[in-house]
């Protein structure tokens, strides 16, 4: 599904964020990338969604090349893609339930199918009962459930996230990557930036770690 071949990014300062890196992603994969602050897993983040291009080597994704792809079909691509941040994203002015469907109606589906899906979605990440509540009447562990709803209620087939956990506790934490799990069994591939290398040793999943933009380990998955 992903390839990354000999896939490099520099700066106009000089700055060198990835060296060439190579690796794999098959479709229905759950992969952790880790690293230091600095290390290159938000460049590599942003790469994906084609907020930048490569400086060389290609980056393929569902087949296409995102450093030839076209301005034009960047939205199309980013429809396959759903993002979770760290800080949410929410926007405090409209209930949960409008937070859900934003992506819906720009996709313009009807009035219906977006109640089913938000629905779904909701339901999914135990917040159906807070549907028309506002963010900030809920805690952050359930901001953090909303901004997944959100990010997988048009169905993609990729899931990006950066640093979810990064505001929670340990047991929130854990709660959001079971969350995680579930989206990947239905057959979501699931890619997971995150610095908390106990939460990722707890998982078993694959991991990837980046040190100064070089790809120093691809762990494989645990038994």
């Known amino acids: 599904m992903i390839r990354f071949e000999q896939v490099a990014k520099h700066y106009p300062n000089g700055q060198v964020a990835l060296h060439e890196i190579s690796f794999r992603i098959q479709k229905g ?45 960047i939205p199309y691509l980013r429809r396959q893609m759903g993002v979770v941040f760290q800080n949410h994203q929410l926007l405090f002015d409209r209930s949960v339930f409008a937070n859900v469907a934003l992506s819906l109606h720009i996709l313009g589906l009807s009035q219906g199918e977006i109640s089913r899906r938000v629905g779904a979605a909701l339901e999914r990440v135990a917040l159906l009962d807070k549907a028309n509540q506002f963010p900030a009447d809920l805690s952050t562990g359930q901001q953090q459930r909303v901004g997944i709803a959100r990010a997988v209620v048009h169905n993609p087939r990729l899931l990006l996230a950066d640093e979810p956990t990064g505001n929670l506790d340990p047991r929130l934490a854990a709660e959001i990557m079971r969350l995680f799990e ?22 078993h999943q694959r991991m990837l770690t980046l040190q100064r933009g070089r790809l120093i380990e691809d762990g494989g998955k645990n038994p």
């Open 29 to 73: 994969e759950f992969l952790f990338v880790t690293g230091h602050s600095g290390a290159g897993k938000s460049t590599l983040l942003r790469l994906l969604l084609a907020m930048e291009r490569p400086s060389s080597g290609r980056l393929l994704l569902v087949g296409q090349d995102l450093a030839r792809i076209s301005n034009a079909a």
């Open 182 to 203: 579930d989206i990947n069994r239905r057959g979501t591939t699931v890619l997971v930036a995150s610095h908390d290398l106990k939460l990722i040793a707890s998982m």
